[in-house]
């Protein structure tokens, strides 16, 4: 008994002994991270907002997001203490230290000194990243490479996004686009209300599906193992310090259910790698027709390092085998990329029919021009399409309300981590910021909102897209609409780090709205007393289980087959 009790009192005093440790070490980097913001203005003379040891900046943000919606997205608050603090606005960025929610972080929402650590020196991606995504995809993918390893990699997906190639894929994609059109026309003939955010969501990924693998991944029409896997894993993923991610991150299970999601999706991946390989080797590379992103990677890779079986194989040239660093970082980049060409595309396509049931005039130019290219039938558009998917770009005012809608509704931006002797220079002030220690946010929300950078930012303005010059007026050509900084439109960032789907994206929402919005009239149906942001209801939330801001409720709509004369 005496040696149980001795050994239950070396366990207690071994736990007091890490407890206490914990605690030093939390009040230590609490310290770390006071001391680094009150520095910005004790040594820098960068004013900050009110700061308070203990609580850093939470009791200053805790108190402005009282005073809107509760579920507003975390991306937006930025931007609402520029509203709050419009002297300190000037600066074009906001030191806030939300600690431990969040590591402190450097809001910069000026294009010039976002070009800075974007463009002109492309920063580090910040720690957070790959903290978050290690689970996913092990931060083997474009998002969270770096350096010489990013390029390599970079240069081998590269051919399979370019808009020659994705065009070609348009026919794939009018399968899956038909399937939504069928979803919403029986949503019409219910009359039942729809969150439009869950049939786009299933549409985008069934789309990237035929894009990436040249599969139909079917998640329209039934339960697709590798979606729900896919999310499931997005949801384990740890984003803040709050007390449901913290919770998360304890559950002992957690490790197991994210490698049996790991598990699902490899399983699933893998034949479409193998395939791709195999097909490599049959037509010694020279295949005709139109290639997925995976087989295009695949041709990219063997080409240039050429790996063969010991044997030689047959056929006198050596048979191409199964590089499993290739299989490892080419799992990791299918998985990234059908992960962000699905959700954030879905959210703007949402946003894109609010608008445009907001805006009935913009509604019906975007309409006339559809009639314009395709004919006053709507239902030969698709035929059109298929035969001839080029007449995609002979659509400006299409293209403009999708560029207009990514300025008002930017899905996310880029995070970068800021480095010891690098500061961001104001362009007019000079006034220098230091980044160390700092997570820089590129924050294109505040940046495409701002009146000081866009000519009435707030209005859903298409005309500003256009480049018209014989018209009479400054607002039809929109030479008066546009901002005067040539960086200011960021929604797939700039420079080297720029998303590289952002021509899927587009082409796939240009074709979306070709074939919907002269059929279907998609009305918001929010109700009278729903909350406003921005004198709008549908604004950016943050949705549990998700990282990017999404439509508030999912936007419900209404669909109603048009009625044409």
């Not at 955010?197 to 039934?222: C, F, N, W, Y």
């Amino acid at each position: 008994m005496d040696s149980l009790e001795f050994s239950y009192a070396l366990v207690l005093r071994a736990l007091g002994a890490l407890a206490a440790l914990g605690l030093a070490k939390f009040f230590y980097r609490l310290h770390q991270v006071r001391m680094l913001v009150r520095d910005v203005s004790r040594k820098h003379g960068v004013p900050i907002l009110p700061h308070s040891y203990l609580l850093g900046h939470l009791p200053v943000v805790a108190k402005l997001t009282m005073k809107y919606p509760s579920d507003v997205f975390g991306g937006l608050v930025p931007h609402l203490l520029a509203k709050e603090y419009p002297e300190m606005a000037k600066h074009g960025l906001f030191y806030m230290d939300m600690w431990p929610i969040t590591a402190p972080m450097l809001s910069v929402y000026h294009p010039d000194m976002m070009t800075q650590f974007c463009q002109d020196t492309s920063l580090p991606k910040a720690e957070l990243l790959h903290y978050e995504f290690q689970p996913f995809t092990q931060c083997r993918d474009l998002l969270n490479l770096e350096g010489a390893e990013w390029k390599k990699w970079r240069s081998i997906f590269n051919p399979g996004f370019s808009a020659r190639n994705i065009i070609s894929l348009m026919p794939a994609f009018l399968e899956e686009i038909h399937v939504f059109t069928d979803h919403l026309k029986e949503a019409a003939r219910t009359g039942e209300i729809i969150k439009m955010e869950d049939p786009a969501m299933k549409l985008t990924i069934d789309v990237i599906g035929r894009a990436v693998l040249g599969t139909r991944l079917h998640s329209q029409t039934k339960p697709s193992p590798f979606y729900e896997a896919m999310h499931r894993q997005v949801g384990w993923l740890i984003v803040d310090m709050t007390p449901p991610s913290i919770l998360k991150l304890l559950n002992p299970l957690r490790p197991l259910i994210m490698w049996n999601n790991n598990r699902i999706m490899r399983n699933y991946l893998m034949p479409f790698i193998q395939q791709g390989i195999t097909d490599y080797a049959r037509s010694r590379g020279e295949e005709a027709g139109p290639k997925t992103i995976n087989s295009l990677a695949t041709k990219a890779y063997l080409n240039e390092f050429k790996p063969t079986s010991p044997s030689g194989g047959g056929g006198g040239g050596g048979a191409h085998v199964i590089d499993s660093h290739f299989i490892d970082m080419a799992l990791s980049q299918l998985k990234i990329f059908i992960f962000a060409g699905h959700d954030t595309t879905a959210t703007t396509l949402s946003f894109a029919y609010h608008l445009l049931y907001k805006n009935p005039d913009k509604l019906a130019i975007l309409r006339a021009e559809h009639d314009d290219v395709f004919g006053p039938d709507p239902t030969t558009a698709e035929g059109q399409l298929s035969s001839n998917p080029q007449l995609l770009n002979s659509l400006p005012y299409t293209q403009a309300v999708i560029k207009e809608t990514l300025r008002m509704f930017p899905p996310v931006g880029s995070v970068r981590e800021g480095q010891r002797g690098f500061f961001l220079t104001h362009p007019d002030t000079k006034t220098r910021y230091p980044t160390e220690g700092w997570m820089l946010f590129s924050n294109s929300f505040s940046m495409q909102r701002s009146e000081e950078i866009w000519p009435r930012a707030d209005e859903f303005l298409p005309e500003r897209w256009l480049n018209n010059t014989t018209t009479a007026t400054p607002e039809d050509n929109g030479s008066g609409l546009r901002s005067r900084y040539k960086n200011a439109y960021r929604p797939f960032e700039l420079g080297p780090r720029n998303c590289i789907g952002q021509e899927l994206a587009q082409l796939e929402m240009r074709a979306i709205l070709v074939l919907t919005v002269r059929e279907l009239d998609v009305e918001s149906a929010y109700p009278d007393n729903a909350p406003e942001l921005f004198g709008d209801k549908a604004y950016q939330v943050m949705v549990p289980k998700q990282i990017t801001g999404h439509p508030k409720d999912g936007m419900p709509v209404r669909v109603r087959v048009r009625k044409t004369t």
